[in-house]
């Protein structure tokens, strides 16, 4: 049956009737009612209103080849067709899986060997949680279980990944937020380290690592596990010095490295891999998001050879995975996908042409009155709202200057997402040059409307 054709009022009824959203003020929903986003053609959303929006954020960082792709629509159709459902479990595996563990790893060489399937990212930093408890108790040192996490990092919405991640009104709603899971402050040089110089500022938040270990006690560290550009928390870019720095801590105290590529991964850095543009290398990554390009939900966690080897070469089993570990229509698809990122040079494209254009273009924002700065790496952009150019201060909270402004957004054509006063966009890797003009020129009368109304 083909969903049936309602006016916007009716679906606004349904929703509101039976439908409990994910991340939502329920109260706010219900007094304004749903935005129905009805279909999409390459970097644009079409609402049941007949307006056309710019998706600035790929759907949720996700959607990084753009809606409408035949040939990843036909890979699904032809999988599912042909072997819609097997398992990976109990020694059996199917071509669609064993294909994409093959190109994946491919895709990832040298360093990266082995790949476990998993239906999300949360699922995939739950499982890289499981990997690390699991390769120190066969290093016969278990009681090497404490993670180090970020504040204001995101790892998900699981229990473990809203433990690991570091998000203050997260962790207010979770009963107890899971022991063994501890935090450093982020490297967030806009917001925490005013007056500082961006190199200096990288290193002490670094050495806080260093600190937090020798807190603990460097024999019960498991892991640091960490976004190499933070998304959700507001596209959090650390200075250079940051990530050669925390590799050289982990190193020295033999503790393992993890790297969250879910946003950073295939592409959006200019890069394979965020690790890979700070040049670190962590021995887990975990990947969902652009692995399909979000047209089926997949991720995976990529292992190099110390936590790979050690899993592969026995010492029982691993009793874990998912009903859906490998799924065949959507490995099919994440095939399909490394095809095109191949086929197209997107990866390429983003690090030669339509990266440098965009953070040229983007740069340009920090002219207006509302930005106190315009930073962004890649296809990543982020802006941050101030009363006060000069001396970084905000608006009150109150006056919902970040909300407002997406709101401002929303209806003139453009979806750009605030994290409190900070915006940010990450926009499909494909967008071409007139898009990004479009971007940034409907970015800038967004915040001409959000200063208009922010003086009443
Ligand atoms: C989105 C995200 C996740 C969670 O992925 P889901 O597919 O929503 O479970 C985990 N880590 C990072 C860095 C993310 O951005």
Known sequence: ????????????????????????????????????ISWAEGAHLHDADGRTILDGMSGLWCVNLGYGRRELAEAAQRQMLELPYYNNF?????????????????????????????????????????????????????????????????????????SLGGMKAVHAQLAHPLPGFV???????????????????????????????????????????????????GVIIPPDTYWPEIERICRH?????????????????????????????????TVAKGLTSGYVPMGAVLLGARVGEALASGGGEFFHGYTYSGHPVAAAVALEVLRVLERERVIERVREDTGPYLQQRWRTLAEHPLVGEARGLGFFGAIELVKDKASRERFPEEKS???????????NG????????????????????????????????????????LRN
């Open 1 to 36: 049956m083909p969903i049936p054709i309602r006016s916007k009022q009716d679906w606004q009824a349904l929703d509101a009737a039976h439908h409990l959203h994910p991340f939502t003020d329920y109260a706010d929903l219900a007094a304004k009612g749903a935005r129905i």
């Open 90 to 162: 109990f020694q059996t595996a199917h071509p669609p899986a064993i294909e994409l563990a093959h190109r994946l790893a491919e895709f990832a060489a040298p360093d990266y060997t082995r790949v476990f399937f998993t239906g999300s990212g949360s699922e995939s930093v739950d499982t890289a949680i499981r990997m690390i408890w699991r390769y120190w108790q066969l290093q016969g040192q278990p009681q090497r279980n404490v993670i180090i996490g970020r504040r204001n990092g995101y790892h998900g919405s699981t229990i473990a990944g809203a």
């Open 183 to 233: 935090h450093i402050d982020q490297p967030y040089a806009f917001g925490e380290g005013a007056g500082l110089d961006p190199a200096a500022f990288g290193l002490e938040r670094a050495r806080q690592l260093a600190q937090k270990i020798e807190e603990i006690g460097p024999d019960k560290v498991a892991a640091f596990f960490a976004e190499p550009i933070q998304g959700a928390g």
């Open 253 to 285: 105290h033999g503790i393992l490295l993890v790297t969250d590529e879910v946003i950073c991964g295939f592409g959006r850095t200019g890069q394979r891999f965020g690790a890979e543009y700070f040049g670190v290398k962590p021995d887990l990554m």
């Open 401 to 411: 200057a970040g909300l407002r402004c997406r709101e401002f957004c929303f209806d």
């Open 414 to 453: 453009l979806v750009m997402r605030a994290v409190g006063d900070t915006m940010i966009v990450a926009p499909p890797l494909i967008l071409d040059r007139d898009g990004i003009d479009e971007l940034v020129e409907k970015a800038w009368k967004c915040l001409d409307l959000t200063a208009q109304a």
